[in-house]
Every structure is written in structure tokens, then in C-alpha cells.
């Protein structure tokens, strides 16, 4: 039922940077964490980079150092700064929330997508 707007990307050349925000409905539930993945058409959904309820991040080993995910409590959004893009940042990147109301199931919702393109 949780519902996000997903906005940025778009095209860049290589060494440039872009800046992607994911807004989150609201604080009626529990967050357990929110991360961006990225997917290229054919291939299985990768885990870019997440940030946990408390602030902690965990970054892929790809984006390490160039990617950071931040979050906006005041504005219920999360961002994704991507610098020094390269080519095969080139993707769909979703931003995905994991939340739950209490205990038991934790539930998980996630963004549109939106076109990453790095040009070479």
C-alpha cells in the first residue's frame, strides 16, 4: 500500500555526477531500512547502496567511493548522489523501503524506476 516518487536520472557523460530522490509517504510505520538498486534489462536487480532507520549505510563494492545515499527526515526523502559516473553505472535504479507496523512481517515497497545513461 506504501507508494513512493522516485525522480532524477538522466543522461551524462563519464566523470560527471547525478543526484536521484526518493520521497517516503510518511512516518506511520516502523523503517527498517531504504536502499537504491539499479538494473540493466536482463539481468537481476542489484543493491546499490542503503542506509538503515538508525543512519547506518552499506554500499556495493562497485559504487564504494563515488556513490553516497543519504536521508532528509524533515522532507521524507532519501537521495543518491552518484560522482565520477562510468558506463556501466548505466541502468534503471529503484529505490526500494523496507518497513513493517510491529512485530512479525516486514513489508517492502518499492519505486517506479528511473533511466540512468552514461555516455562514454
Known amino acids: 500500500q506504501v507508494q513512493f516518487v522516485e525522480s532524477g536520472g538522466g543522461l551524462v557523460q563519464a566523470g560527471g555526477s547525478l543526484g536521484l530522490s526518493c520521497e517516503a509517504p510518511?512516518?506511520?510505520?516502523?523503517?527498517?531500512?531504504i536502499g537504491w538498486f539499479r538494473q540493466v534489462p536482463g539481468t537481476q536487480r542489484e543493491r546499490v547502496e542503503l542506509?538503515?532507520?538508525?543512519?547506518?549505510?552499506n554500499y556495493a563494492d562497485s559504487v564504494k567511493g563515488r556513490f553516497t545515499i543519504s536521508r532528509d527526515n524533515a522532507k521524507n526523502t532519501v537521495d543518491l548522489q552518484m560522482n565520477s559516473l562510468k558506463p556501466e553505472d548505466t541502468a534503471v535504479y529503484y529505490c526500494?523501503?523496507?518497513?513493517?507496523?510491529?512485530?512479525?512481517?516486514?513489508?517492502?515497497?518499492w519505486g517506479q524506476g528511473t533511466q540512468v545513461t552514461v555516455s562514454s
Open positions: 526500494n523501503l523496507a518497513y513493517s507496523y510491529g512485530p512479525g512481517s516486514v513489508y517492502s515497497a
Open positions: 542506509i538503515t532507520g538508525g543512519g547506518s549505510t
Open positions: 510518511g512516518s506511520a510505520f516502523r523503517i527498517n531500512a
